[in-house]
């Protein structure tokens, strides 16, 4: 009997294989996961999305407009883009670089440029080239609100992936 977890499509196995000193990490990995108040903003969001597409449906009908449909359609669909931002926000690494999603832009370092890992403040910052990055992972973000030991754990993460470059 195997189990699969729940939405298993989002979080896919690594392929079965050998594994030895010539295999590459190309794919980018999550440095920590969402936390919990990351997830009650995702699920709140998407119950909203849900929500105003329901409302909106029932008014479009009542009302047989044309406007109202466009007006629905525009609003579902910027909430969806919106939710699709938010569930990817956070720092990823493999053996190429860093990339850091924000909500805004996405930035990519490859490990040749990044010349220090350092903590200012309660953020962990990527320096390359002489400009700093800001990741996500700090004190205060939404992963780790009341989880000192995940804030420790991705902030080793990243040093450790940056150390082995």
């Known amino acids: 009997m195997t189990e699969r977890r729940l939405f298993a499509s989002l979080w896919p196995d690594p392929l079965p294989g050998p594994v030895d000193d010539e295999v ?3 794919r980018y990995l999550r440095i920590s996961g969402r ?9 709140a969001l998407g119950l909203l999305t849900f929500g105003v597409g329901l409302v909106g449906t029932l008014v ?23 939710l699709a931002r938010c569930w990817q926000l956070g720092t990823y690494v493999n053996d190429h ?8 832009r996405t930035i990519r370092v490859p490990w040749s440029r990044v010349t220090s890992i350092e ?10 080239d002489q400009s700093l990055m800001s990741t996500h992972i700090s004190r205060h973000g939404l992963d780790y609100v ?16 940056w150390a082995r470059r």
Do not use: C, H
């Open 24 to 26: 590459r990490q190309d």
């Open 119 to 128: 903590l200012t403040g309660q953020r962990v910052r990527v320096l390359s």
């Open 60 to 82: 479009v009908s009542a009302s047989r407009s044309i406007t109202a449909l466009v007006v629905l359609s525009a609003a579902l669909s910027t909430l969806f883009l919106v």
């Open 146 to 161: 009341g989880r000192p030991e995940a804030y420790a754990i991705a902030r080793d993460r990243l040093e450790n992936w």
């Open 35 to 43: 936390g919990p108040v990351r997830l009650l903003l995702l699920m």
């Open 97 to 104: 670089g860093v990339r850091v999603i924000t909500f805004r």
